[in-house]
């Protein structure tokens, strides 16, 4: 089997917001919508306190809360961990947004762009998708890439050409992607050499990304 994952090095992550910029590259999000955030945190008691960078987005969690209310089936989870949305029979009900922990859902009732409602540029007009208005939506782990990519026979998280696009643009190499189920691929080795946790792993929801903050001893 496969099971994608990505895994953030904590200890890498500058907060650039680079990979938020190219998810909207890629995905031609709405403004103020962002598959792909970047937290800027302190950790730490006065006065050693520091500031932490967490990427997060859609978790593609094992057990997604988002699946099971959804009420038209939109929501579904692939074999190989995947979490999507079908837009064609998707009603907008907004349960899933209740249900994700991660507040990694959005949903866009009108075309918005950059510069005005009225005032597309020529990429956002070609770009925009209808299908996606009044609908959930959310990161994807840019599985039309993957899709695309496993079927050249390229491998995620070591072609870019099948790699989501915001570990494609990250300048510290702080995101890595790949089969967790590989015990020789890229994220395996990263967690069994690090220690790692997951956010808000207690509710038992099986969060697939990863956070590495330090070495194991």
């Not at 699946?67 to 029979?89: F, L, M, N, Q, W």
């Not at 696009?165 to 080795?189: E, T």
Request: net charge negative; charged share 25%.
């Amino acid at each position: 089997m496969t099971k994608w994952a990505m895994v953030a090095d904590l200890r890498r992550c500058v907060g650039c917001q680079t990979c938020t910029a190219a998810c909207k590259h890629a995905n031609a999000t709405a403004p103020g919508v962002q598959w792909r955030r970047v937290l800027d945190m302190e950790i730490g008691q006065f006065p050693d306190v520091r500031r932490v960078f967490v990427p997060v987005g859609c978790m593609h969690c094992d057990d997604p809360p988002c699946v099971s209310v959804c009420p038209s089936t939109a929501t579904r989870k692939r074999e190989d961990g995947i979490v999507t949305i079908d837009y064609d029979i998707c009603i907008g009900c907004a349960y899933c947004f209740q249900a994700c922990p991660y507040q990694a859902r959005y949903k866009v009732s009108k075309p918005t762009f950059a510069y005005g409602d009225d005032n597309a540029t020529e990429n956002e007009r070609v770009r925009f998708k209808a299908e996606m208005m009044n609908v959930a939506q959310k990161c994807t782990f840019c599985v039309e890439r993957i899709d695309e990519g496993t079927a050249k026979g390229l491998t995620p998280g070591v072609d870019p050409e099948a790699t989501p696009a915001c570990v494609n643009s990250c300048i510290a190499g702080a995101l890595h992607f790949g089969d967790l189920d590989d015990p020789n691929s890229n994220v395996s080795r990263l967690l069994e050499e690090n220690e790692s946790f997951r956010m808000h792993e207690e509710l038992g929801t099986g969060p697939n990304i990863h956070y590495l903050w330090d070495k194991r001893s």
